[in-house]
């Protein structure tokens, strides 16, 4: 129980590590193939099929994402943007032991950002959902609830 | 006047200073925003009787209301009594406003319904002049609801010109004629002028460079194909990708056309963007994406999704172009040079249609938003009297 609690934890502190130190396709690698990259407008609870969302990703728009930032004509990222994620107030929801495979973890995300000497604070509540895909868990979809997610927001190059 | 407005514009160039120069943003306050027609919200918006939609006309607030049977009022979000504003929310559903801080009461015509203790006023209070601050001009076409700060002026319809046809056009593409907007915007903002936005959303030049990230050689040919134009279109700018085809109920680029009306407007495949002026360098950024109805789901899921990625504060497309805004404004400090080119195309200009045109990476329809811009910052100030 506590090793996976420390496992899926550390998962967590990987994810926001390896988008801190641009490296971009190892962050691919913690996403299962139909992964969901997600951050809402407006609101947290939005349907979106039915409002705009900030960010709303498949795996493959993901990859794009990454591709276009590795181009070296991702001109808002020249020079890339520098940041710190914080990972706080992590809650984990293990499976049920009737053997579901999936799992609920919560974060609050404090993300501090310097574009081209421009300094910005995000804070966030997170949602991932996990899937455990022999031999570690990998991340199904992550749900980034920005606290300024109704407000207009200067250019966000970075993944965030 | 200290300003000498008509030295700024000149056939081939602009001046830095109506990006950079405080005194000249008032000046657009007054004599653009708070006279011509600004783009206030889309009928689908504020789709029910009570629906409402807050939002700016140049520096005032305003409440834009459906009050019934697509009559729409739009009024100011003011209190008479003591000044705040008696609105809160973006959107909502209400047939009265009150003002928290005295509970002074109005329906959503206007109309002061409620004034608690009121004998404290003399005889001569008199509550049917003290309604919330009306728009007084307001009309719509093809469910885009514009209003006017000022009494009297050109009409809607002389204001739109040739681009009348053209949101006719935005619209026929869906099956019954009528477009919708999905729940929701996308908020941006930046710290640079507002003109730059306008000039950017009819922008063929930049495109194969500024998003060389992301558009393929393929969507670039459109950009790049001489068939294509660019038209000054009664003082709003166009770029006209017609050749190929009509506008795409996929949204994809190629076909269609971008338009800028000015001051305020900007549609382009799934968009419906709205450009709010906050001050000589800060600029916010609405923006609507359309769904069709009538048409598969999918298709308009795709719609979104497409908008959704390229656009809006992380889109691989906007990100960018937020980000050379940001350039732009920081190059233009510098009283070096003095002068912008917008000159491409210059020679070549030819008429169609009554309407001056260039080709596809000409700088016609920039020309035409300046042209516009100095008509209305040269006319005579408004003499007409607030409430």
Redesign the interface.
Known sequence: MIQDFRAIEGLLYLEARLLDEGRLDEWLDLFTADAVYW?P??DYN?DP?????????TRR?ME??VA?LK???????DPPSRTHRMISNVEIQLPTADGGSTLTALTVMALFALT?HKYAIHSARCEFILRYDEPTWKIERKKVGLLRN????????YL? | MSLDISSLIRKDAVHRSIYTDPEIFDLEMEQIFHRTWVYLAHISEIREDGDYKTTFIGRHPVIVSHVADGQISVLINRCRHRGATVCQD?FGNSRVFRCVYHSWTYANTGKLIGVPHPQAYGEDFSRSELGLGRVPRVAMHRGFIFGSMAAHGPTLDEHLGGTKKLLDEFCEISPSGEIEV??????????GNWKLQLENGVDPYHVEF?H???FTRETLKIYNQSRGKVIDMDGHGVTDHRDIGPPRRDGLPNGGFNVVIFPNLILLRTQIRTVRPISVNRT???T??VRLPGVE?QLN?FR??T???EF???G?V???D???FERAQRGLQSSAVEWLLVSRGLDRERLENGYLCGEMMDETQHRALYRKWKGLMMQQPSKENAA
């Open positions: 951050i407008a407006g939005i099929n039915e409002h705009v969302s900030i960010v709303y990703d728009d794009r994402r276009r181009s070296g004509y991702a001109f808002a990222e081209k109704d407000e207009p927001l200067e250019a966000m190059p965030i | 973006e999905f729940r929701g915007l996308q908020k941006c903002a930046y710290n500024l060389r990230s992301t916010e950024i609405y609507n994406v789901d899921k979104l999704r908008q959704e990625f809006g504060p992380c691989v906007f990100a960018d937020l980000d050379v």
